[in-house]
């Protein structure tokens, strides 16, 4: 398969990845409850006095692997996985070495293939992305890089730090 055609693979499952994502969202009040009422209980107020241990983290099977820091092997760059939703949703970290927004992030396990999805909007960062896949037998993320501004996409690849 030649380079060209697995990043057009990626780029399709993580496309349908997002779609759905976005699909099984939905825009209520932050306050509302399930039926979308806004008005404040006494449980809800009990609650949040209440500390509440942090629930474990639950990464789909699969892309385990992803989690944790990486390094970019030709910059400071470093980008961070803290955990992935069951839907495919990434909480990610990027820095240069100062944070950079993350505005979204996916993975998916498609047949031959983890692909991660990074998009990065932020001053001097509006809208570049990352599209990557994990190499289990090197343990490292390899793909391309989008640079926004440039409209250049150059190769990169990050090794776990």
């Known amino acids: 398969m030649t380079a060209k055609t697995r990043h057009n693979r990626i780029a399709a499952a993580l496309a349908g990845v997002v779609v759905l994502a976005s699909v099984g969202s939905c825009d209520r009040h932050p306050g509302a409850d399930a039926q979308g009422s806004s008005s404040p209980s006494k449980s809800a107020a009990v609650q949040a006095a209440v500390p509440q241990s942090p629930k474990p983290a639950v990464v789909p099977?699969?892309?385990?692997?992803?989690?944790?820091?990486?390094?970019?092997?030709?910059?400071?760059?470093?980008?961070?996985?803290?955990?992935?939703?069951?839907?495919?949703?990434?909480?990610?970290?990027?820095?240069?070495?100062?944070?950079?927004?993350?505005?979204?992030?996916?993975?998916?396990?498609?047949?031959?293939?983890?692909?991660?999805?990074?998009?990065?909007?932020?001053?001097?960062?509006?809208?570049?992305?990352?599209t990557l896949h994990y190499d289990p037998a090197r343990d490292v993320l390899e793909g391309t890089y989008f640079q926004a501004i440039q409209r250049v996409t150059f190769d990169v690849s990050f090794t776990r730090r």
């Open 61 to 130: 099977a699969g892309l385990e692997p992803l989690v944790g820091a990486w390094g970019r092997t030709d910059a400071i760059y470093v980008l961070e996985i803290r955990s992935i939703s069951p839907d495919g949703t990434v909480d990610a970290a990027y820095s240069n070495p100062r944070p950079i927004h993350v505005a979204r992030a996916m993975a998916a396990r498609g047949d031959d293939a983890v692909t991660l999805f990074v998009e990065l909007r932020d001053l001097n960062y509006p809208g570049s992305t990352y």
